[in-house]
Every structure is written in C-alpha cells, then in structure tokens.
C-alpha cells in the first residue's frame, strides 16, 4: 500500500533562513511525487513533481526538492524564507487512476 | 480559463438536510476527484471519476453520493448532513494520462452542518 509520511506538522522560521520541509514515502512501484501550496482559505496550488527525470527537481517560488530512492524521502527546501512562504504544504503520491495520496501536511510559519 | 470552479463557497446545513456540491473543470481532463480536508488529517478523498460515465469510492464514501454529469462535471451529493461532515471539500481534475498525475484543484466549499 501507498502512504506518504510528513515529519513535522508545523514548521517555524525566521525570515531568510533556510526551509526545510520533510516527506518520505512508500511505494512499490517507482513513485510520481509531488508538493503543493495551500494559501490561507484557498485551494492546493502545484509547487513542483518528480516524475523520473532529474532527482533534482525546481518549483515555483524558489522551492526546490529532491528525490531520494535509498531514503524515500523527497523533502522541500528554499534557501531563504519569505513572508509570503508561510502556509501549508501538502506531499503527495500518485498511484493508481491517478490518485494521489496526501501527507497530512506541514504548516509553515515565517517569523520576522 | 477559470480551471476548475466550485460553488457554493460557504453552506450552512441542519442535520439531515440534503444538499450537493457543484464542480466543473473548463481544462478537458478526464478524471475528476472529491476530497474533504479537516485540521491534521490532510486531504482524504471521497469520489473520484476515472473518466466520463464512471465513478468509484475513495477513502471516505460513507454518507456521500456522486454524479459524473458530462466531462466537464462532477457533483457531490450529501443526503442526510451529519456534523461529521463539517469540512472544507475540494474538487480536482487532472488529464489522466501518460506520467501527468498533477491534479488541480478549485478553490473549496465551507460546509458547516449543526
């Protein structure tokens, strides 16, 4: 069975550090994975997908993420937090019928 | 390109009052997907339509039905609300084909049931 494992269900930072959001995953099939944005009282927006190209994957915003197979993680970085970061981020899998299957998030907050 | 739209944005419900979800995606994609979102649980998905004129469970199906209308609309129909279905409930499309697993998603309908 597929499951999706976020560590940590809030995340606090300070402006211009360093994010680090962590994912693993279970798959027994080579996994599609993604993260998405939910802004406050807003639908999820696409950040960025793995899909078996490069491990190294670059979304929008300045988030970045990679694909780890001897790890099964694909955690979400950005090199320097901004304000209009915080928010909850979503990793999701994809699996059969195109489903995904969600982590439970993590929600970000960026002090100043 | 509205991408997928939803309404209502908020409901109130008494309980055993019925009531259904409207979604619609302008994007030609073939699946559809219901999910509710509640504090700490993440999305669970409810429906989904792999494709127009089918639909199968998810998740959490108990106390929902669903109707693929035409490729363009997936409704959920609630029958008799309970307060357990107090959530926040996105509708989601994708292409559903080669490697595009990418959903979109529409901006959510508050329902609150007392």
């Known amino acids: 069975a597929q499951s999706v494992t976020q560590l940590g269900s809030h995340v606090s930072v300070s402006e211009g550090a360093l994010v680090l959001l962590r994912c693993n995953y279970s798959s027994s099939v080579p996994p599609y994975l993604f993260w998405y944005v939910q802004y406050p009282n807003q639908g999820l927006q696409l950040l960025l997908k793995y899909t078996s190209a490069a491990t190294l994957v670059k979304g929008i915003n300045g988030f970045e993420a990679e694909f780890k197979k001897s790890e099964t993680s694909f955690h979400l970085t950005k090199p320097s937090a901004h304000m209009s970061d915080a928010a909850e981020y979503f990793c999701?899998?994809?699996?059969?019928?195109?489903?995904?299957?969600f982590g439970k998030g993590t929600l970000l907050t960026v002090n100043p | 390109n509205a991408g997928v739209t939803q309404t209502p944005k908020f409901q109130v419900l008494k309980t055993g009052q019925s009531m259904t979800l409207q979604c619609a995606q302008d994007m030609n994609h073939n699946s559809m997907y219901w999910y509710r979102q509640d504090p700490g649980m993440g999305l669970r998905l409810i429906y989904y339509?792999?494709?127009?004129?089918?639909?199968d469970k998810g998740e959490v199906p108990n106390g929902y039905n669903v109707s693929r209308l035409n490729k363009r609309e997936f409704s959920l129909r609630l029958e008799s609300a309970a307060p357990s279905q107090t959530s926040v409930y996105f509708c989601a499309s994708n292409v559903a084909g080669g490697i595009s697993y990418e959903q979109y998603f529409g901006p959510g309908t508050r329902l609150t049931v007392t």
């Open positions: 339509s792999a494709s127009e004129g089918t639909t």
């Open positions: 999701a899998l994809g699996g059969s019928n195109y489903k995904l299957t």
